[in-house]
């Protein structure tokens, strides 16, 4: 793995990585002699773990090094010492030699900020998370003995962990249900969402509760064999769902994850903004790494357009913060690799800026209407079913221009109040802003898919008359 960069002299490597034993293990390579230091065990043989010299002084460790030939001495956890002005100069004078005696200094650290002075003298390499062999290698070590066979969907599955969480992971699935179940892995990798702090872990919601919408579901269920192992067709990367409140977009971003069987994960890009200075950059970061660690994840982001309103003027009002997020924001979700689907919502799409919405951004853009006749009949079974309410089948004449969220309200208060008296009080939407919601409906015209169920067209016989 760094085999190359040794050869050509490299004296000074940094190895990211959030598994630093195991990258001790995979990185020693034939030609050198490969060290391990620590500041509580001292200088150990990296092949064997046997102690070498017992110097915990950081300084002290760097100048052995410089004694050496053809070594390699594999520091841990030494990027927290890096601001001490000893070991700057110590690196410092250290790479000189080390060029010349075929030796390096490799740190391993999950994340780093160098020092200036010592920034253009580290070449900084990424270390892979182990993939599905690793996997497939580790379920063998755990269940051969047992005669458990291997799950090539839950070895999939555990794409993202480290060694140790994997293993971890596929420990707890058989002691839980005697096979390497995908759903412990899922949960196992839940914990990456839960420990970053960044994003929440939702409950997908079930596509029965969704009523109408069948272009939606259509274009997601013919889609989803995509994110087959074995397919070779382009993966989706993201909906964009416009429409008017309470329509149920943010229903069907819940219910998308039902569909596919994939955890869902909540990005809220407006609680990642920070008051200093780039720390709301850093965190959208490290949100996006998590995720496309994670991988096989539907990734809700609800009214996106209020984290990204005003993105034009931002710089007038936070420095530029809400630009640079939104520039990074939008070249993630076009470069990445990862198996995602981003379901995001809005509500006013002219606050969006035109680079979001242009095409090829998304793979749909989907205007969500005021539910039709036979739209209304569905949710009213389903929210007299939720909330065993009886509103009649035929109030779905009744109800046209209301949401779905208000059909479930009308439930919810004809529990107290009867359906007549509910519906006397409850105003609906698409009568407060009638404007607003028809200029919406104008623009999602030209420039949207339609995720409604289409309205059936009884055609009639054209009959005329003796006389005409």
Partial sequence: ???????????????????????????????????????IC????????SSVDEITDPVEAIKWLGCCTDTVLIAHNLHLFLEAPEIIQAIQNGVIKWKSTGCALCLVAPAIRFPLELEKLFHVIDIPLPGYSTMLALQH?????????????AAFGARGLTEFEAETAFSLALVRTGTFSPEVIAEAKGQMIRKS????????????????????KAFINNRAKAYDAESALPKPKGILLVGIPGTGKSLSCKATASLLGWPLIRLDIGSLKGSLVGESERR?????????AF???????????????????????????????????????QETAAPILLMATANNISQLPPEFIRSGRFDAIFFVDLPQLKERQQIIEIVNRKWGASIPADFAERLNGY?????????KDSLFDGVEQAITALIPLSRVMREEINALKDWAKTRARTANTPEEVTEHRKIRSNDG
């Fill in 197 to 216: 702090g960044l994003m929440q872990l939702w409950e997908p919601a079930d596509i029965e509760d969704v009523g109408g919408l069948d272009a939606l």
């Fill in 284 to 292: 959208l970061r490290e949100a996006t790494q998590v995720i496309n």
């Fill in 141 to 153: 070590d755990l269940g051969d003995s047992r005669n458990i066979d291997v799950n090539h969907s």
């Fill in 42 to 49: 001292g200088i150990r043989d990296a092949a064997n773990n």
């Fill in 295 to 333: 991988g096989n994840a539907v990734i809700w982001c609800d009214e996106i357009e209020k984290a990204f309103a005003g993105t034009k003027s931002s710089g007038e009002t936070d420095g530029g913060t809400t630009s640079t997020m939104f520039g990074y924001f939008l070249t993630w979700l």
């Fill in 403 to 411: 949401t779905g969220a208000e059909i479930e309200q009308l439930a």
């Fill in 1 to 39: 793995m760094i085999k190359d960069y040794l050869s050509a002299g490299y004296p000074a490597l940094c190895l990211l990585s959030q598994e630093p034993y195991r990258t001790q293990q995979i990185i020693p390579c034939e030609g050198w002699r490969f060290m391990a230091w620590d500041c």
